[in-house]
Antibody, heavy 128, light 109 residues
Framework: QLQLQESGPGLVKPSETLSLTCTVS??????????WGWIRQPPGKGLEWIGS???????YYNPSLKSRVTISVDTSKNQFSLKLSSVTAADTAVYYC????????????????????WGQGTLVTVSS | QSVLTQPPSASGTPGQRVTISCSGS????????VNWYQQLPGTAPKLLIY???QRPSGVPDRFSGSKSGTSASLAISGLQSEDEADYYC??????????FGGGTKLTVL
């Protein structure tokens, strides 16, 4: 059973860089059928997609965050990571990692699609 | 301001049928499949419906999804107290990003 676990500092100072890692267990991050994504949720608010990465390193980013986001993958460790620079209080959120279907065997389409499963999430607070 | 539009709240009594709408555009719902997520209080979101109307194993058949044009709907029949949660629709947008709805808080009265 595939599981994802986020890890990283729970407190980041304003203007610094937020760094999180997602460790995948029970399956390989190098599967050609999936992307791997980051999604966040500010307290009391809705979900916001941050970006997704393929095992080859190919990425898609949310246009509104693209200038500050870097997502990378380490296939040897079965991990992928998020870096968000120049953070402000508005970046305070629960950050989730999730597997994202890419190749839909039923339709034959290759397109980043649904997220399943999700990690439990980690709260990152931006404060001095 | 979310790209996909959902009502902020919905409610129903046990046993009732409730629907939640999700409105988008030709670049997202109109040309790609819609997925729905359920987020129970204090937990991570869980995939509820994928490919417009498919249920992952373990999801009761009380939950169903549909899509028409640039809109989609989630229906919950035989409403139960444990269905009280936040529900989100999402889709791939042809501008190369994932878009979510703002979420609908479902209250079971």
């Amino acid at each position: 059973q595939l599981q994802l676990q986020e890890s990283g500092p729970g407190l980041v100072k304003p203007s610094e860089t937020l760094s999180l890692t997602c460790t995948v267990s029970g399956g390989s991050i190098s599967s050609s059928s999936y992307y791997w994504g980051w999604i966040r949720q500010p307290p009391g608010k809705g979900l916001e997609w941050i970006g997704s990465i393929y095992y080859s390193g190919s990425t898609y980013y949310n246009p509104s965050l693209k200038s500050r986001v870097t997502i990378s993958v380490d296939t040897s460790k079965n991990q992928f990571s998020l870096k968000l620079s120049s953070v402000t209080a508005a970046d305070t959120a629960v950050y989730y990692c999730a597997r994202q279907l890419y190749y839909d065997i039923l339709t034959g389409y290759s397109l980043p699609n649904w997220f399943d499963p999700w990690g439990q999430g980690t709260l990152v607070t931006v404060s001095s | 301001q979310s790209v996909l539009t959902q009502p902020p709240s919905a409610s129903g009594t046990p046993g009732q049928r409730v629907t939640i709408s999700c409105s988008g555009s030709s670049s997202n719902i109109g040309s790609n499949t819609v997925n729905w997520y359920q987020q129970l209080p204090g937990t991570a979101p869980k995939l509820l419906i994928y490919r417009n109307n498919q249920r992952p194993s373990g999801v009761p058949d009380r939950f169903s999804g549909s899509k028409s044009g640039t809109s989609a709907s989630l229906a919950i029949s035989g409403l139960q107290s444990e269905d009280e949660a936040d529900y989100y629709c999402a889709a791939w947008d042809d501008s190369l990003n994932v878009v979510f709805g703002g979420g609908t808080k479902l209250t079971v009265l």
